[in-house]
C-alpha cells in the first residue's frame, strides 16, 4: 500500500495514539511503533517513531510545563547518557522477534506489587535508574513507557506531574534514539519524510485533544485505565513476537 492510502492510515494512528499518549502518558507510543513495524523495517521504524514521539512528547511537555519535575528530568537524562553509551560500544542492532517479545513482557512490570518493588523516581537514585533502564530500552525495543510508568505511579505526585515530567523525559529519550539510528534515518526517501512531515501536525492535536480528556480523570482512575491498557497493548505485542518466533 502506498501514496494516500497509506497517508490516510498514519495521519490516523498518529492522531489516536498520541491522544492515547496525551491522556495516560505512554500505551500510544506502543501501538505506533507497531503501525510503522507493518511498513519500516525495524531500526528505520524505530527511528520514525522517535520522530513523531519527539513531537507528541514535545507538546504534551509544553501544555504541561507549570508540572515538570525538573531535578527528576536532569538525572533522568544522565541515566539515559549512560544507557546509550553502554549500547553504542556494543554496537547494538534491534530485531523484530526481540522487539515484540521484550514489549510483550513489560506490562508485567506494571503489577509487581508495590512492597515487592518500591521504586519512585522522586528519589535521585531511582531517577537515575529509571533513566538508564527506560532510556536503554527505548533505543533497544523503540518504546518503554511501563518500565518509566513503574518509577512514577506509584510515587505521591499528581498525574499532572507525572504525565508532564515523563514527557519531557521522553522528549530527551526520543532525540537520543533518532540520533542513535542515524544511519537508518538517512535511508529514509523524500516519500518517507513527507510522510513524517504532514503526520507530525496530527501528533499535537491528539495531545492537546488528551490534554483536555486528562484534566477531567481522576487520579485513581488514571492509575487503573494506565494498568489494563498496557497489559492490552503488550498481550498483543507478547502473541506476535511468539507467532514470529514459531515461524
Not at 519500516?40 to 519535575?69: E, K, Y
Request: contains cysteine; proline residues 4%.
Amino acid at each position: 500500500m502506498t501514496g494516500w492510502p497509506l497517508l490516510s492510515m498514519l495521519i490516523v494512528a498518529v492522531f489516536f495514539t498520541s491522544l492515547l499518549s496525551g491522556v495516560f502518558g505512554m500505551v500510544g507510543g506502543l501501538l505506533l511503533l507497531g503501525a510503522l513495524l507493518v511498513i519500516l523495517p525495524p531500526a528505520t521504524a524505530i527511528a520514525v517513531q522517535g520522530v513523531l514521539q519527539i513531537c507528541a512528547n514535545a507538546s504534551r511537555a509544553w501544555f504541561s510545563r507549570d508540572f515538570i519535575d525538573w531535578r527528576i528530568l536532569a538525572i533522568s537524562c544522565l541515566g539515559l547518557g549512560l544507557a546509550a553509551g553502554a549500547l553504542a560500544l556494543v554496537d547494538y542492532t534491534p530485531s523484530l522477534v526481540t522487539m515484540t517479545l521484550v514489549i510483550g513482557l513489560m506490562p508485567i512490570m506494571v503489577w509487581i506489587p508495590r512492597q515487592w518493588l518500591a521504586l519512585d523516581a522522586s528519589r535521585p537514585s531511582h531517577a537515575l535508574i529509571s533513566g538508564a533502564l527506560s532510556g536503554g530500552l527505548n533505543l533497544a525495543v523503540g518504546v518503554s513507557g511501563p518500565t518509566t510508568d513503574i518509577f512514577f505511579i506509584r510515587t505521591r505526585m499528581d498525574r499532572r506531574t507525572v504525565i508532564a515530567t515523563k514527557a519531557a523525559i521522553q522528549v530527551a529519550s526520543h532525540a537520543v534514539k533518532v540520533l542513535f539510528y542515524w544511519r537508518s534515518t538517512l535511508h529514509l526517501g523524500s516519500a518517507e519524510w513527507m510522510m513524517v512531515l504532514v503526520s507530525a501536525p496530527f501528533a499535537l492535536l491528539g495531545t492537546r485533544a488528551g490534554n483536555f480528556i486528562l484534566v477531567r480523570l481522576t487520579d485513581a482512575n488514571f492509575r487503573r485505565w494506565t494498568r489494563w491498557l498496557v497489559t492490552a497493548v503488550g498481550g498483543f505485542y507478547l502473541a506476535k513476537g511468539i507467532w514470529l518466533l514459531a515461524q
